[in-house]
């Protein structure tokens, strides 16, 4: 296969890995919340998100640290998007412009 091909899948591989583990979280938070016994549910979702991701890097890498690099960078990648995605949004009730500097 075309190395540029197997680099490109290899940072396609990171963001889907980042998609899991990120997304894992999401849906272990939710769950813990509502849950009576939520230390149990971060206590098991930690290690079995890791577990995935790690055991997705070792098999991405096949050995070669460029892929093992790019697939860490889409992971990075994808994390970057996540926080975009859930900053908090500026809404103008909450902290209201301030008024201009001149005199009346």
């Not at 939520?38 to 930690?46: E, G, Q, R, T, V």
């Not at 098999?59 to 996540?82: D, K």
Request: with cysteine.
């Amino acid at each position: 296969m075309n190395e540029t091909l197997t680099l490109a899948l290899a940072w396609v591989a990171g963001l889907l890995l980042s998609a899991i583990f990120y997304g894992g979280l999401w849906w272990t938070v939710r769950k813990g919340v509502a849950s009576k016994q939520p230390a149990l549910w971060f206590i098991i979702s930690m290690p079995l998100r890791m577990g995935i991701a790690l055991t997705g890097f070792y098999f991405v890498s096949g050995g070669h640290w460029q892929r093992l690099l790019l697939c860490l960078c889409g992971f990075i990648m994808a994390r970057l998007v996540v926080i975009w995605l859930n900053r908090p949004q500026r809404n103008s009730s909450i902290h209201p412009e301030p008024e201009g500097r001149h005199a009346p």
